[in-house]
């Protein structure tokens, strides 16, 4: 967003950036930096700067609220991806395909539904049921990635840490997250998906950031996801269902409702709504027509 601004309003300045913390993906870093002037050098600088008086106003201005969601959506759509791989790293990235039985040529869709194993094991002393109505079950991408295999495509499972397999013998469904998982090839596959079938999770940025059409399956942070859907997206969010009514929720009750800007389980618990995943048939029916 930041580099997308910075070209759109032709601003002249040198702006330096430092990491802090450990990198969600190495290979992101790496990307990162050769886009972002970045020295280690600049951490005292910028903690020496905060003691300044008016020492904020020397700072890189990166809000992203949601009233900068809209504009961020837009400029994605107008400007390409500021990333890019080395030729020693496509090189890399087409023999990681080679390796999981992908033939030169053959497009490839990358798919991800997010569960709990991730942040159970990365930081196990947390409590993350809060964040449990964001799951989906990754058996329900199924019909939908068989179908793209009968389409010409190689289906490819993604994720860093999965709490189960895929369950399938066809060879082009591949369980990438299970088998061949690394964090090369976590950007390199779904920079080079022809589209990416994602569920609410950091990996679907990676998917934006490479301009990639996106079909936002089991959407629950409807404030973020739908308003930051680019023009070839497609979403389809999880159905919310009334207990005191025994009904579903409409669309416009939602958009007009807390439900809109949830972000906790025990939010959605305390106005009466439990969000139900997409089916198997919602989830093939939306990917055959982005495909299409």
């Known amino acids: 967003y930041y580099l997308c601004r910075r070209e759109d309003e032709g601003k002249k300045s ?11 993906n190495v290979q ?5 930096s050769r886009a972002l002037p970045m020295s280690h050098l600049v951490w005292p600088l910028w903690k020496l ?38 030729p020693e790293e496509e090189a890399e990235g087409r023999r ?23 942040l159970e094991k990365t930081n ?22 068989e179908e793209l295999t009968r389409r010409g495509f190689a289906a490819i499972r993604m994720g860093a840490v999965v709490a189960e397999p895929l369950k ?12 061949h998982r690394t964090e090369f090839l976590d950007i390199y596959l779904v920079a080079k998906c022809a589209f990416f079938i994602a569920s609410n999770s950091g990996i679907a940025d990676v998917a934006a950031t490479f301009r990639k059409p996106q079909l936002l399956t089991n959407v629950t942070q409807f404030f973020g996801d739908v308003l930051l859907a680019g023009p070839k997206d497609v979403f389809i969010p999880k159905r919310l ?3 005191k009514e025994s009904r579903w929720m409409t669309l416009a ?30 989830i093939l029916e939306a990917a055959i027509e982005l495909e299409e």
């Open 253 to 282: 009750e939602l958009a007009a409702s807390p439900a809109w800007e949830i972000r906790r389980a025990d939010q959605l618990e305390a106005i009466g709504v439990k969000m139900v995943e997409n089916t198997p048939e919602e």
């Open 124 to 145: 196990p002393t947390n409590n993350w049921r809060y964040h449990d109505f964001r799951d989906s079950t990754i058996g329900r991408f199924l019909p939908a990635a």
């Open 14 to 24: 040198l702006d330096l950036f430092c990491r802090s913390g450990e990198a969600a």
């Open 241 to 243: 269902w009334l207990e």
């Open 49 to 86: 700067n905060a003691l300044l008086p008016g020492g904020k106003g020397n700072e890189v201005d990166l809000p992203l609220t949601n009233a900068d969601y809209a504009r961020c959506r837009d400029l994605f759509a107008a400007q390409k991806t500021h990333l890019s791989f080395t």
């Open 168 to 179: 399938t013998t066809n060879p082009f469904v591949i369980d990438y997250a299970s088998r």
């Open 96 to 118: 990681g395909l080679r390796a999981m039985g992908v033939p030169d040529g053959m497009p490839v869709v990358c798919f991800h539904a997010r569960d709990a194993a991730f």
């Open 28 to 32: 992101l870093l790496e990307m990162w």
